[in-house]
């Protein structure tokens, strides 16, 4: 086990150097100088090569790069070119905003479309079954910004019983009422969310039970006199479940890099927002970091599934 | 002897989707199929794929809703129960698989596969379902330290002890074994059909035996039923029937058993084509487009199951 873990992270490692590589000439390749955009038009050439120079940005590329790796692992991600403050300190605010409306939308979508995916997968063929996998593909398949901005329409401003953006009102701190509008702003950013991450839960794990019960192993559990709840719980569902840890993984491991589109929406101060707002501001620094922590976390989620699956699993060999 | 089973007028039928031009087709795997099982006995059950043959045990075994007909075990139709009553039955009534891996949860230790039963059905407790586990896999030949492992971690013949021990652990009185030794590679399966004909020795299990391979069920049966497109077309006691095999196509089967001499005559009967789909069986008698034998009225009338001393036929050449 501990040799298992070790080779995987050493491969986690070399996964993430090439990410940060990749990264950080992928962001250079935007056709824009950031420093005319920082710039007064007024100001002098000179003052130009001043900014560039106090950014780093006159030197060569291949020197920019190992300095980059330096300050990285001195944790300093840069300074962010509009707003003159490290990025660290930037990515630091919006995170926790992200992570707390991410993890209520995997909580939720987990705890409801698993059980969904198992019930549809038995159901196979059933009305329940059609009626479950026509909403996911409906999901899957909406526009994220049409269902924001409809969702708001009717309950911001129709309605008016909904925030409508925002992740707390500014002058309520502290207490349940700081408590409670904070959940009052998530409702909204949390249901579209739901809409895309659902069907994911619902279909794999739907479609892996569907495998499964028709493996040789569960007729052999029915011929035992197996209760048929004992039969899709103990034997089926712990073996569809694989997949659908994957894909959890997968989708924990993409929190942190929020969601750009429905943040934006809702005007909701986290990563995806800060991301959409780097770009169009050429604010390279912070897309590095964005990128950075992103790769970083997916990684780090994607050993914790291996490390899970070969837990659930005994037949992947942990060597 | 005591009859513990009766199957009367058994059908099963598996309707097939249709398709946006076609109807609804229905597939007849098993065509109106009586037999009786006495204590202690071996039934075999033979035939080709697509016979029906392991419908028939899965049916009997209520794996699969039977379609029509009665299946009695110790006198109480068991064909339309359900729930509580249908899982009850089912500890007196075992099934041993053809694929042996495949028939066991990979993410289950044998233990916890042999133990489950046993505990769910509140026959033991855990630490005596535990103990029975491990002499349980000593006595299909295997060591107890097996408990602890997967099914992955085993050979073929292994696999197929672990499943015997496994249908053992209810203490069954009927076991359906639907061609146990198939997969397995002829050296092992002598080994395996020996523990069968042991265990039962042991303990005087009733078994149904399928198989297509007819020197296997020779060895291990009382009593033969040949199977053809989901009906029984002869069915007799072993010896009869080896030496006297009346039905063309058990006659075919026969003289297709290798004989262990290089000298003796080749008089192998070939049959012609494949067994026709059980959609669409041929009318008259359904061996018709196979048989060697083929009369006139075999194109047209069904033939019924006569009986001629004891042995059962279903065949134009002795209706009258």
């Known amino acids: 086990m501990a040799k298992y873990i070790t080779k995987r992270i050493l491969k986690g490692i070399v996964t993430f150097l090439i990410t940060i590589t990749l990264t950080f000439f992928i962001v250079r390749l935007m056709p824009a100088d950031p420093a005319t955009l920082l710039m007064d038009p007024r100001m002098s050439e000179a003052h130009r090569q001043q900014l560039l120079k106090d950014f780093g940005l006159d030197k060569p590329l291949i020197v920019q790069y190992f300095s980059f790796l330096r300050n990285l692992l001195k944790g300093d991600l840069g300074i962010s070119f509009m707003q003159k403050r490290p990025v660290m300190d930037i990515i630091m605010e919006k995170l926790p905003w992200t992570l707390l409306l991410m993890t209520i939308t995997q909580f939720i979508t987990m705890a409801v479309g698993i059980p969904l995916g198992i019930y549809s997968g038995h159901k196979r063929g059933s009305l329940f079954d059609q009626i479950v996998n026509a909403v996911a593909i409906f999901g899957i398949s909406i526009f994220v910004p049409w269902l924001g901005f409809t969702l708001l329409y009717i309950f911001g401003y129709n309605l008016a019983i909904l925030p409508i953006g925002g992740a707390h009102t500014p002058g309520i701190d502290g207490g349940l009422e700081y408590f409670l509008d904070v959940g009052k702003h998530l409702i909204l950013p949390v249901i579209t969310l739901m809409s895309i991450y659902l069907a994911n839960y619902v279909l794999y794990t739907r479609g892996s039970v569907i495998d499964v019960l028709s493996e040789d192993y569960i007729r052999t559990a029915r011929s035992k006199g197996m209760k048929e709840m ?27 890099g929020g969601a750009v589109l429905t943040e934006t929406v809702f005007a909701y101060p986290g990563v995806g927002r800060m991301i959409y707002q780097a770009v169009s501001q050429q604010d390279f620094p912070i897309l590095q970091g964005a990128f950075i922590i992103l790769a970083l976390s997916v990684i780090i989620m994607n050993i914790i599934t291996d490390i899970l699956c070969a837990y659930l699993d005994p037949r992947i060999k942990l060597e | 002897m005591e009859k513990i089973m009766e199957v009367n007028n058994l059908k099963k039928y598996f309707t097939l989707k249709g398709s946006l031009f076609s109807r609804k087709k229905i597939l007849k795997a098993v065509d109106d199929v009586s037999f009786e099982l006495y204590k202690g006995e071996t039934l075999g059950l033979v035939g080709e794929s697509g016979s029906g043959k392991s419908t028939t045990g899965r049916t009997i075994l209520r794996l699969l809703e039977p379609t029509y007909g009665q299946i009695l075990y110790r006198g109480k139709d068991i064909s339309k129960i359900n729930g509580e009553e249908l899982r009850s039955i089912r500890k007196n009534m075992q099934m041993i698989f053809q694929d042996p891996y495949a028939s066991l949860n990979p993410r289950m230790t044998i233990g916890e596969s042999i133990i489950e039963p046993m505990l769910s059905h509140n026959l033991l407790g855990k630490k005596d379902a535990e103990e029975r586990a491990f002499e349980l896999l000593e006595l299909v030949g295997l060591d107890s330290d097996y408990y602890y492992r997967y099914p992955h971690q085993f050979s073929g013949g292994q696999r197929q002890r672990i499943g015997i021990a496994r249908a053992l652990a209810m203490n069954p009185e009927i076991i359906v074994a639907d061609e146990p030794v198939s997969a397995l590679d002829v050296s092992v399966q002598a080994q395996i059909i020996n523990l069968f004909k042991d265990l039962q020795e042991k303990f005087g299990f009733t078994y149904v035996f399928i198989a297509h ?108």
């Open chain 1, 230 to 256: 004992r039969v899709l719980w103990k034997h089926a569902s712990k073996n569809a479940m694989i997949p659908t840890v994957t894909t959890a993984g997968l989708m924990i491991g993409r929190m942190v």
């Open chain 2, 213 to 320: 391979d007819l020197s296997v069920v020779k060895y291990l049966s009382n009593r033969i039923a040949v199977m053809y497109l989901g009906e029984i077309v002869e069915f007799s006691t072993k010896e009869v029937l080896f030496n006297e095999p009346l039905h063309p196509y058990t006659i075919a089967l026969m003289s297709a058993i290798p004989v262990p001499d290089p000298r003796a005559k080749d008089k192998r009967i070939v049959l012609d084509g494949d067994i026709p789909s059980p959609v669409n069986p041929p009318q008259g008698c359904r061996f018709s487009n196979r048989c060697f034998r083929k009369m006139d009225i075999c194109d047209e009338v069904h033939p019924e199951l006569v009986e001629i001393n004891g042995h059962k036929v279903r065949c134009h050449l002795y209706s009258a």
